[in-house]
């Protein structure tokens, strides 16, 4: 037996795993300055999901995606599938509203406003108020299992439920009318789409805010991983200045604190960090900028009497450089943030004015390809063509119609009709010309379709005309 031989038999083998096992954070709560911000924005925004599917507008969903009907309902505006050019710009513009908010201040989005950030945060606040505290909550989960644990965390999850299906309800109440999602439930007659729907969402929000939150940031959530492609040196970042704070010690009265710097390797920064990172190693992608750091250090500066500012919102030239607020301000107007800014501007403009100049009606040309072209008893040639007009105003509307494009060209019955409001309206026209109007074969002609009484409302629409 070789020498490499029996040091193998003596040392035993070492399991590597792939994949980090979890360990769970216990959040501190901490109250500050951006703390206040959070709670606003939290409030803020689901204020506007849970609350906008109730509003009314002309006796209908103020705001309304509705399947069934083909049809988005968006205070007074209808939208068809045929203005999915309208969804898009909106898609393209809050993609680059994120772009310019990251380019100027990181991941501000993360910390205030992304929907994981705030459900997790309003189960936490569910958790703090039913468990209570960091280390309750620790010393619950660590004592074995009895009445009392078990009817808090009975309690905890059923709190939990009644919000993840309310948001999944809400979600869906985007999607069917509220009176009538509200009468099916009621009736037990929901559809099997629509408890999918409330359940699924439901439940990832109960999962994802109550059991993998950080994971989800941390290994789920795309943003985290292409997010430095949009930083540069000028971005603001949350960040630890160790300059200033190193080296780090805890500070005794028999401690020499000439020696030290401000960092008083407290921990808190660590323990009200949602994602469990240490600012103090600087910046990674783990952090999701929700300034929880920032305000407990500058609570542990105030009971210290150091200044604040050791955790703060700076960055990277600025930490380098020792560059005051002012310096970072003026260099906020950079070439990056300038090119976001301006096509910001000029999408929106652009979307803005073609969404006022829309006009709220369309119409789709249909030939009857069972009789492309016939003769009339007068000798003429005779098309019927199918006519699906949109009405999208909030009315009912008259039509008038007309046809050119060949000499003598014109309709046969009918001239106008009625539709009603938000509708579709299809009904069959029949178009004659003499035979010696064109040539031979499909002949290019237009409809024209304008609102009685206003002729803003106006549509040109090409088809062709088949001569034998």
């Not at 906008?52 to 505006?77: D, M, S, T």
Request: proline letters at 4%; glycine letters at 6%.
């Amino acid at each position: 037996m070789t020498q490499a031989d029996d040091q193998n038999k003596q040392e035993p083998a070492v399991e590597v795993s792939l994949y980090e096992k979890r360990k769970k954070i216990y959040a501190k709560r901490v109250r500050g300055f951006f703390d206040n911000w959070r709670i606003v924005l939290v409030l803020l925004t689901q204020v506007i999901f849970y609350g906008a599917p109730w509003l009314v507008w002309n006796e209908r969903q103020a705001i309304l995606f509705h399947l069934v009907e083909r049809k988005f309902y968006l205070f007074g505006l209808v939208f068809w599938p045929q203005d999915v050019i309208y969804l898009a710009v909106l898609l393209i513009i809050s993609a680059y509203a994120l772009f310019l908010v990251t380019a100027v201040a990181g991941r501000l989005f993360c910390g205030y406003a992304c929907p994981q950030t705030v459900y997790t945060q309003l189960f936490m606040w569910i958790e703090n108020w039913v468990e209570g505290d960091r280390n309750a909550r620790m010393k619950l989960d660590k004592a074995p299992m009895d009445a009392r644990k078990l009817r808090i965390k009975a309690t905890k999850f059923l709190l939990w439920g009644i919000l993840s299906l309310w948001t999944g309800f809400t979600l869906v109440g985007y999607f069917t009318p509220m009176d009538e999602l509200i009468n099916n439930v009621l009736t037990n007659n929901l559809g099997p789409w629509e408890t999918l729907w409330i359940f699924l969402y439901g439940g990832f929000t109960f999962l994802f805010a109550g059991f993998m939150r950080e994971q989800v940031c941390k290994y789920m959530c795309p943003y985290a991983r292409f997010q430095s492609v949009m930083f540069d040196p000028d971005t603001l970042i949350i960040t630890y200045d160790p300059a200033r704070g190193e080296p780090r010690g805890v500070r005794k009265k028999s401690t020499d604190t000439s020696k030290l710097g401000d960092c008083v390797d407290c921990g808190q920064c660590v323990v009200v960090c949602p994602t469990g990172i240490d600012i103090r190693n600087g910046l990674q992608y783990e952090c999701i900028g929700c300034a929880a750091c920032i305000d407990v250090c500058d609570q542990v500066m105030d009971k210290v009497g150091l200044p604040r500012g050791l955790v703060r919102y700076s960055t990277e030239n600025a930490m380098a450089k020792q560059e005051s607020k002012a310096d970072i301000l003026s260099h906020m107007i950079r070439p990056r943030v300038l090119v976001y800014t301006a096509i910001l501007i000029l999408i929106t403009i652009i979307a803005g004015y073609f969404l006022v100049n829309r006009i709220p009606l369309k119409m789709d040309i249909i030939r009857d390809r069972s009789t492309l072209a016939r003769e009339a008893d007068d000798g003429s040639i005779e098309n019927v063509f199918m006519l699906q007009i949109m009405n999208t105003t909030e009315s009912p509307q008259r039509y008038k119609l007309a046809v050119d494009g060949l000499d003598g060209l014109k309709i046969s019955g009918e001239d106008t009709v009625d539709a009603k409001a938000a509708g579709l309206t299809s009904f069959n026209v029949v178009v004659a010309a003499p035979p010696e109007s064109g040539k031979r074969g499909s002949n290019p002609i237009h409809f024209t379709i304008t609102a009685e009484g206003n002729a803003d409302i106006s549509l040109r629409e090409k088809a062709s005309f088949l001569l034998p």
